[in-house]
């Protein structure tokens, strides 16, 4: 079995080692789009949600009149498989993926009968439990359901949030605090965000302009069945402001403490290192 393994590429019905090239210079998904993805975590062992990230893929797909052709429970015999070249101890992220191949006449709509699928797993560490993040405004914000794919992971919609990013790194952040269409607070560029007031956990209510992660709602669990008080609801960036704690919740890295808001410190406190522990509790005993 091979240990030194960094990338492993399903396609066409098998396994590769190394990053394959799968998509053709015309395949609609190159040049008009046409593209969705899933992230999971494979770390010491563990692969949490795997089922839930496979399924929504799928659904992704469909969000973006793509055709899935892999079952859920296929899609996971295919990960796990995969993932038995890597090392027990490698840290890998899991990546299943569609793209349209044809469009219909107009070139523009996908062909319901061309589909390309690849899983990429691919070996990139988990942040320390140090790491923490900055977070400032942007003017960029997320999009509706009514100007963009917003209930799909699509490759399409990521070019936003690097412009957030680009934005407010340029102002010495890590990562920005973004606003949805009416100016309340929706996530940040790159995860979910959840703040804690007076013990209590707040954290934005999905309305169709953000993903609401599957890891965002392991935590939500989490927390209720360990009693916390968790409020899903309309938050602005005053809230934040006036908060004790805020982390960041994606499948990357599980918890992200976030040590300031613009002008706002914050401390990593006990709630933020209490979710990240129930986290690996649970998954170790899924």
């Known amino acids: 079995m091979a240990t030194g393994t960094n990338i492993r590429t399903y396609f066409q ?64 015999g295919l990960v796990r498989e995969g ?94 605090l973004v606003a949805d269409a009416m100016g309340n607070v929706a996530e940040t560029a790159t995860a979910n965000i959840f703040m804690v007031r007076d013990g209590e956990v707040f954290t934005p209510i999905p309305n169709g302009t953000f993903l609401a992660g599957i890891t965002r709602a392991r935590h939500i669990a989490n927390m209720r069945a360990d009693g916390m008080v968790v409020h899903e609801g309309v938050l602005s960036f005053e809230d934040f402001e006036a908060a004790d704690e805020v982390f960041m919740s994606g499948n990357m890295n599980k918890v992200t403490p976030v040590t300031g808001f613009e002008e706002v410190s914050y401390q990593v406190g006990p709630v933020t290192r209490r979710v990240r522990e129930m986290y690996w509790d649970w998954a170790a005993s899924a």
């Open 13 to 76: 019905g098998q396994w590769h080692d190394g990053d394959l090239a799968v998509m053709r210079a015309a395949d609609h998904g190159a040049w008009l789009g046409g593209s969705v993805f899933d992230g999971a975590r494979f770390v010491n062992g563990l692969a949490p949600d795997l089922d839930a990230h496979c399924a929504r893929v799928n659904r992704s797909a469909e969000a973006l009149m793509i055709t899935p052709t892999v079952p859920t429970e296929e899609m996971i």
């Open 83 to 176: 993932l038995t070249a890597f090392a027990k101890d490698a840290a890998v992220y899991i990546r299943p993926m569609y793209w349209s191949i044809d469009g219909d006449a107009t070139a523009i709509v996908p062909s319901a009968d061309t589909t390309g699928f690849s899983i990429c797993l691919e070996e990139i560490p988990m942040a320390p439990e140090t790491a923490s993040a900055t977070l400032g405004r942007t003017r960029f914000r997320r999009p509706v359901m009514e100007s963009a794919v917003v209930n799909a992971k699509a490759g399409c919609l990521y070019p936003n949030n690097a412009r957030m990013l680009v934005d407010v790194r340029s102002r010495g952040f890590t990562n920005a």
